[in-house]
């Protein structure tokens, strides 16, 4: 039974990282599935829409990122959170293209240094992945860690493809 009558749109893409769903609001993208269970339990709990032309915009973008022609996002957002992962992801954001930061680096970033384990939980709640670039964090020795549960092989892509742009 769907537990929300609000309609949302939605597009799939196939990229280097598998498939990647699109959701959209009126108001703006709500959230990108890039692992193909979560988009199961997501998409039994709305009331969904298949529309390319309505995802059209955030498509192109998401496909000039991995051509390599965007490093940055340009898009209109529909996520509500609280105002301690927001901050998170503004930080996240900053994170320049094809570089890296560890959970720490954003601690202290917004101010916070003993809140490491809630950035984590922050990046884990990221309802927009690749637009919010929680990817870009890695642990402190530099080893990558928790991303989307246990799909560090999709970190390591991302952060791969974005370096190979570059040189």
């Known amino acids: 039974m769907k537990n929300n009558d609000e309609k949302l749109y939605y597009y799939k893409i196939s990229t280097i990282v598998g498939n990647i769903y699109i959701i959209k609001s009126h108001k703006g993208l709500r959230n990108i599935e890039i692992i193909e269970e979560d988009w199961d339990n997501f998409k039994d709990k709305y009331n969904l829409i298949e529309d390319e032309q309505m995802c059209k915009e955030e498509i192109k973008q998401i496909k000039e990122y991995f051509l390599g022609k965007r490093k940055s996002f340009d898009l209109i957002l529909d996520i ?60 402190k020795n530099q080893k990558l860690i928790g991303y989307a549960g246990n799909h560090t092989d999709i970190q390591e892509k991302l952060i791969n493809l974005e370096k190979s742009f570059l040189n």
């Open 80 to 139: 509500e959170d609280t105002d301690f992962r927001k901050k998170v992801w503004v930080e996240l954001i900053n994170i320049p293209y094809g570089e890296v930061r560890s959970y720490s680096d954003i601690a202290k970033a917004i101010g916070n240094e003993k809140a490491v384990r809630a950035i984590g939980q922050a990046n884990k709640a990221n309802p927009i992945p690749i637009v919010i670039p929680c990817h870009r964090v890695i642990g």
